[in-house]
């Protein structure tokens, strides 16, 4: 399975890539804002997978650039969230969309 990763400690975090391996996901990986729309837009995927604090640090930029709009198709699984954490605006949650607290080890979060 193809996913488009949004995690901008993924180069400090050595177990986020060994979390992907594990369960075989052809995953590509985004530490910037720029990297990620740029895959939004060309990649071909079939899940989101978001670090929580990585897509806050960007959200203004997502909003400008409707991102909303482009993955609402796919599923998205984000992870490292706070228990407020409301997830895209303007994006109804699908029903293959998955929240994982702070607390939660990589490998359930990829499973």
């Known amino acids: 399975m193809k996913v488009l990763v949004l995690d901008d400690t993924h180069k400090k975090n050595p177990k986020l890539r060994e979390a992907l391996d594990k369960k075989k996901l052809d995953a590509a990986l985004c530490s910037s804002s720029n990297e990620f729309l740029t895959a939004v837009d060309s990649a071909s995927f079939d ?3 978001i670090n ?3 897509w806050s640090k960007g959200r203004a930029i997502y909003d400008y650039f409707d991102i ?3 993955i609402e198709t ?3 699984v984000f992870y490292n ?3 407020s954490f409301v997830g895209i605006k303007n994006r109804k949650p699908g029903d293959q969309d998955k929240v994982h ?3 939660t ?7």
């Open 68 to 70: 909303a709009k482009k």
């Open 105 to 111: 080890d990589l490998e359930t979060v990829f499973s």
């Open 74 to 76: 796919k599923p998205v």
């Open 81 to 83: 969230t706070e228990e």
């Open 47 to 49: 899940t989101l997978f």
């Open 52 to 54: 929580a604090e990585t």
């Open 101 to 103: 607290l702070i607390s």
